[in-house]
């Protein structure tokens, strides 16, 4: 049977905003691993709390926006915790790569180093994507500075034949919500370093100690 990798991928800062990082996240998954029980546990446990099956999102869950309005503090809070523990679980890694937006203020300049980051990426573990058959994408083409990184590194170092490029959505694919959460605590990593989290992070995560140990310590464990 034919190997097939699934590469996730979502960003954080958008590029005409005021963010002061950019993050790009990426989420691999051999599709011969089932994550189907995973998931199904996932949703069973967010039923026996009384919790709303939403399509994760960490910014808009973080701050009470779109579909969790209404739902209070605690209800989210376990909702994060709920979906951590889901992604601790799965049997995927991940790679982040992060930008000081001040120093790219030309897109092009960004693209250039996303994709001089991924094809190193690429190529510093070259016989594990070269042991796949196919290789599909999937992003939902937001900003086009990711796109072309995307179709200039991973189609180059691996060959446009076995890339595929999906579109995808938060409501479609959970593999896509967990690259929104790794992306959301790789941001509050460097945050907390900077000793710029605010209040929703400590009201989310605690203190710097609290989050390195409870959450940025097991989210790296996948780390690629």
């Known amino acids: 049977m034919a190997k097939e990798l699934s590469i996730f991928v979502d960003e954080s800062g958008d590029r005409g905003g005021k963010a002061r990082y950019y993050l790009l996240t990426l989420v691999f998954h051999d599709q011969a691993d089932d994550i189907l029980s995973e998931v199904r546990s996932y949703e069973k446990r967010l039923a026996e709390n009384g919790l709303p099956d939403i399509a994760f999102h960490s910014e808009p869950l973080l701050n009470g926006h779109k579909g969790y309005e209404g739902l209070a503090v605690e209800q989210r809070k376990k909702m994060l915790v709920t979906f951590s ?84 959505s938060m409501v479609d694919y959970r593999l896509e919500q967990v690259a929104d959460y790794l992306c959301t605590i790789e941001l509050a990593a460097i945050k907390y370093a900077a000793k710029e989290a605010g209040e929703t992070y400590s009201k989310f995560f605690g203190g710097s100690v609290n989050f390195k140990k409870n959450w940025l310590k097991q989210t790296r464990r996948i780390a690629i």
Do not use: C, W
């Not at 679980?89 to 790569?97: D, G, I, M, S």
């Open 85 to 168: 523990a889901l992604v601790r679980r799965l049997p995927v890694r991940y790679a982040v790569f992060s930008y000081r937006r001040s120093e790219f203020e030309d897109p092009e300049k960004l693209t250039a180093r996303m994709k001089r980051d991924i094809s190193n990426l690429l190529f510093d573990h070259l016989g594990f994507f070269q042991s796949f058959d196919d290789v599909k994408v999937y992003y939902d083409n937001g900003q086009d500075i990711v796109k072309q990184a995307l179709d200039q590194s991973i189609g180059f170092v691996l060959s446009k034949g076995v890339v595929e490029r999906r579109k995808t």
